[in-house]
């Protein structure tokens, strides 16, 4: 199918972008990768009457690591955020999850803020920026506001946007030293979205018992859900295989796991739970050997 009309604007800024969406409102779309706008535009499941294009807009591809966290522009890359080397010293887990999304074809045009925006239950950014207590940038005309990511995803692609509100940037606070990390995820083929994705973070203490555990669960729900009980209740827990095993299961009570094509709900809870305890494996394996005083 070909999409319906629409007139196409290239703004050359984001505040010229800023103007048109102030114009334009809920008759208007960003188009920024195009990855998952234009095959909703093809299958008619969006229909705005204005396509406002960001892609002029080089103040909004810019990357800056500093005292705050990481600062990602909202046309950063998929491939940028898993290639460059200051991105994934900065934040490993970032990197790791973008190796993950669709195919290079994909990752080169597709964009955080894109993925961020369009907000899939089952997409890795949105995510990391869960697990990691990240921030939102959106500008409108009434000015700048930031969202963290705990109110931003409201349900199925649908978030706490504005229609007249243009994401400039996504902000992860700054990486805790001596973290382990793991993205892990299972998709029937290699590109595919993930059946359930598992972004994790661990940090010990000074005794060898958790100090901090951040987990969130992609394909879970109808957005990327946080196992903040779990989180609580493994601090001061020793690491180990039981420990994980029981976070794997602890952390799906009171989920209902969506069923649908690609499995029941009781396969989902299944792999969601094994999931949870590789990538809490792996994030512990990861976690740097400690410099002898
Ligand atoms: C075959 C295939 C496989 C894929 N696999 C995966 C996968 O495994 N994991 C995954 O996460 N994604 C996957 N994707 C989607 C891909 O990651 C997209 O890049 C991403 O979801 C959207 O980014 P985009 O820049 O292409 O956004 P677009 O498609 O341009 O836009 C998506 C939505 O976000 C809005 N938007 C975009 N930018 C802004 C902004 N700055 N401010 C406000 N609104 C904005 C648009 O208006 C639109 O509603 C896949 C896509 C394809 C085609």
Not at 69 to 88: C, K, Q, W
Not at 117 to 123: E, G, N, T
Not at 238 to 248: E, L, Y
């Amino acid at each position: 199918m070909k999409p319906p009309p629409f007139e196409y604007y290239a703004a050359d800024s984001a505040q010229e972008a800023v103007s048109l969406l102030a114009e334009y409102g809920p008759d208007a779309k960003v188009l920024a990768g195009g990855q998952s706008l234009v095959p909703l535009l093809a299958l008619r499941m969006s229909r705005p009457e204005h396509l406002v294009d960001v892609n002029r807009a080089a103040e909004l591809e810019q990357q800056r690591s500093d005292a705050d966290g990481l600062h990602l522009g909202a046309l950063t890359r998929h491939r940028v955020t898993e290639r460059s080397a200051g991105i994934r010293a900065a934040n490993p887990l970032l990197s790791e999850a973008a190796r993950l999304i669709g195919h290079a074809a994909i990752r080169n045009r597709g964009t955080i803020g894109g993925s961020i925006a369009h907000a899939d239950p089952a997409a890795e950014m949105p995510t990391v920026l869960l697990a990691l207590d990240g921030a939102v940038e959106a500008v409108s005309r009434h000015g700048t506001r930031q969202i963290p990511a705990s109110g931003f995803f409201e349900s199925y692609l649908t978030t706490a946007l504005e229609p007249d509100e243009l994401i400039t940037a996504v902000h992860f606070p700054p990486w805790a030293p001596g973290s382990g990390w793991s993205f892990t995820e299972f998709s029937r083929r290699s590109g595919d979205f993930g059946i359930i994705g598992v972004a994790a973070t661990l940090r010990l203490g000074d005794r060898g018992t958790i100090a901090e555990a951040r987990i969130a669960i992609s394909g879970g729900a109808e957005t990327a859900v946080r196992a903040s009980r779990t989180e609580k209740a493994l601090i001061g827990q020793f690491p180990g295989d039981g420990t994980w095993i029981a976070a794997g299961c602890d952390a799906l009570e009171g989920l209902d796991l969506p069923a649908d094509l690609h499995g029941s709900a009781a396969y989902r809870r299944h792999l969601a739970a094994a999931l949870i305890e590789r990538a809490l494996r792996l994030a512990h394996e990861r976690i740097p050997a400690r410099v002898p005083a």
